[in-house]
């Protein structure tokens, strides 16, 4: 059973940049595909970006494309999201995730969940 542990939350300032980290301990963190989600007070987790398991693709969601990268790092078991020009719309509770199949964007495919690291942007 893969634990997922999320670190690099904070308050900022609209326009500032965060860096997440998801570090996975007690499995091959290299066979998933892993996924980071976000929730904001009374909305449902939405899709942020994913990555493939080599690094080859990766997705975003329309409201962060070109903003947000994603990254990993096989070998500490540790995937990324870069923030760059943030907005106070981002504020929510961000969720690594990792999924032992194909899908990227389904909440539903990701078996292994973080407890959430919370990123508040004020204006």
């Known amino acids: 059973q893969v634990q997922l542990v999320e670190s690099g939350g904070g308050l900022v300032q609209a326009g500032d940049s965060l860096r997440l980290s998801c570090t996975a301990s007690?499995?091959?963190?290299?066979?998933?595909?892993m996924g980071w989600f976000r929730q904001a007070p009374g909305k449902e987790r939405e899709f942020v970006s994913a990555?493939?398991?080599?690094?080859?693709?990766?997705n975003y969601a329309d409201s962060v494309r070109g903003r947000f990268t994603i990254s990993r790092d096989n070998t500490k078991s540790t995937v990324y999201l870069s923030m760059n020009r943030l907005k106070p719309e981002d504020t929510a509770v961000y969720y690594c995730?990792?999924?032992?199949?194909?899908?990227?964007?389904?909440?539903?495919?990701?078996?292994?969940w973080g407890r959430g690291t919370q990123v508040t942007v004020s204006s």
């Open positions: 995730a990792a999924n032992e199949g194909y899908s990227t964007h389904a909440r539903a495919s990701y078996e292994h």
């Open positions: 007690g499995g091959t963190f290299s066979t998933y595909v």
């Open positions: 990555i493939n398991r080599s690094s080859g693709n990766t």
